[in-house]
C-alpha cells in the first residue's frame, strides 16, 4: 500500500490551499483515513481524520477553516485549507487505516509528506 500526497507550496497568510492524497496497491478496504503535520521543533499531530462513511474530526485549531473529504471510489482523501496562518506552517502527511486481505487487521499506511509554508 502506497500514499502519494500532492498540493503543498508556499501561500501568504490567508490564502487557501487543497492537499490530496491517493492510495494504491494491493487491498482489501480503507477504513479511516487522515492528515497529520509535523511542524519544526514539534511533534506530528492530527489535523484531521474521516471515517470511511465520511464521519469527520478536527483538531480545534483548525476546525471551522480546515474541511476533509474522501472520494471512496477514488481511494483518495483531500484536505481543503483556508485562512492559512504561519501557524500552520508544517509538513502534512497523509494516512490511511487499511486492511490488506480480508483476514488481516487493519495497519497504519503513511504517505512522504508535502510541505506547508505560510508567510506573514
Known amino acids: 500500500v502506497q500514499l502519494q500526497a500532492s498540493g503543498g507550496g508556499v501561500v501568504q497568510a490567508g490564502g487557501s490551499l487543497r492537499l490530496s492524497c491517493v492510495v494504491s496497491g494491493r487491498f482489501f478496504i480503507i477504513n479511516g483515513m487522515g492528515w497529520y503535520r509535523q511542524a519544526p521543533g514539534k511533534e506530528r499531530e492530527l489535523v484531521a481524520g474521516i471515517t470511511r462513511d465520511g464521519v469527520s474530526n478536527y483538531v480545534p485549531s483548525v476546525s471551522g477553516r480546515f474541511t476533509i473529504s474522501r472520494d471512496n471510489a477514488k481511494n483518495s482523501v483531500y484536505l481543503q485549507m483556508n485562512n492559512l496562518g504561519p501557524e500552520d506552517t508544517a509538513v502534512y502527511y497523509c494516512?490511511?487505516?487499511?486492511?490488506?486481505?480480508?483476514?488481516?487487521?487493519?495497519?497504519?499506511?503513511w504517505g512522504q509528506g508535502t510541505l506547508v509554508t505560510v508567510s506573514s
Open positions: 494516512n490511511c487505516r487499511a486492511k490488506e486481505t480480508v483476514e488481516s487487521s487493519d495497519f497504519d499506511y
